[in-house]
């Protein structure tokens, strides 16, 4: 599994998106004409056309979950390391932004700054295969950013990119019908669960509606934190105490 791993070495990650636009009616004409394409399929309806109510409707709920329409407005990270009593800590950050662009350019320099080297240092998050890193991946194409060293896994071998780990792939050990949730796993492992303050349904709103970023990146981090909580129950090593957690100003 990843015994052997030290977290040292792991930036764990989590992202939180919103879609492009505050509401359908924002979009311009080409936009809403390829959501009108693309939301029959997301909400399972092939074939059908569905009203602009519907329309409307769809986008506010699932537009921020994809690349195409959506924008990433928090990435935020945990480092862990040991402190001078070599006791493990961790130090969480976020890089949030109302402007994407700027966000990534951020992200990426800390990136290939701290974390450049795939064959000794690793990103950890989950599901973070299927979502966190493709998101980041083409939102990084669409403001025409050049690729981290560690995100630039277009056309790698699954051999190849043993540096992502994904906590939710190692939860299902080959068993790949379902979605098993963080806060899921909290309970299950018995570890502290993540989003007491808002879910991600929410985010948008809060992007939107109460332009709280700070908040946002609140939830973020306590989802990084959880990630490496979840890390630690299958290294079968303790938990992190409140004490051994600092957050960035």
């Keep these: 599994m990843i015994e052997h791993i030290d977290a040292t070495k792991v930036l764990f990650l989590d992202i939180e998106t ?33 009203t602009e109510e519907e329309l409307a409707d769809s986008y506010i709920d699932k537009a921020a979950i994809f690349a195409e329409f959506g924008k990433i407005v928090c ?37 290939d700054q701290y974390y450049g080297n795939i064959h000794k240092q690793f990103i950890c998050g989950h599901n973070i295969k299927e979502f966190d890193v493709p998101y980041m991946c083409r939102r990084l194409l669409v403001n025409q950013l050049p690729m981290p060293k560690m995100l630039d896994i277009a056309g790698k ?39 007491d303050d808002i879910d991600g349904s929410q985010v948008g709103r809060v992007f939107w509606e109460e332009d709280d970023l ?23 090593k303790p938990l992190l105490e409140d004490d051994q957690v600092q957050v960035a100003e």
Aim: hydrophobic residues 35%; charged residues 30%.
């Design 18 to 50: 919103v879609s492009g636009k505050p509401t359908y009616d924002d979009l311009d004409d080409t936009f809403k004409y390829l959501w009108g394409h693309k939301a029959p399929s997301v909400l399972k309806r092939y074939g059908e056309e569905l």
């Design 75 to 111: 990435i935020s990270v945990g480092a862990v390391y040991r402190d001078k009593d070599k006791r493990l800590k961790i130090r969480l950050k976020s890089f949030a932004n109302r402007d994407e662009k700027i966000l990534l350019q951020d992200f990426s320099a800390m990136l």
């Design 157 to 195: 071998k699954p051999w190849e990119t043993n540096h992502l780990v994904d906590t939710l792939t190692l939860w299902k050990f080959g068993d790949f019908k379902s979605y098993t949730s963080l806060k899921l796993l909290a309970g299950v492992l018995g570890f502290p669960t993540p989003k």
């Design 214 to 236: 700070e908040r946002i990146a609140t939830y973020c981090e306590k989802d990084v934190l959880a990630t490496t909580q979840l890390f630690f129950r299958y290294q079968l």
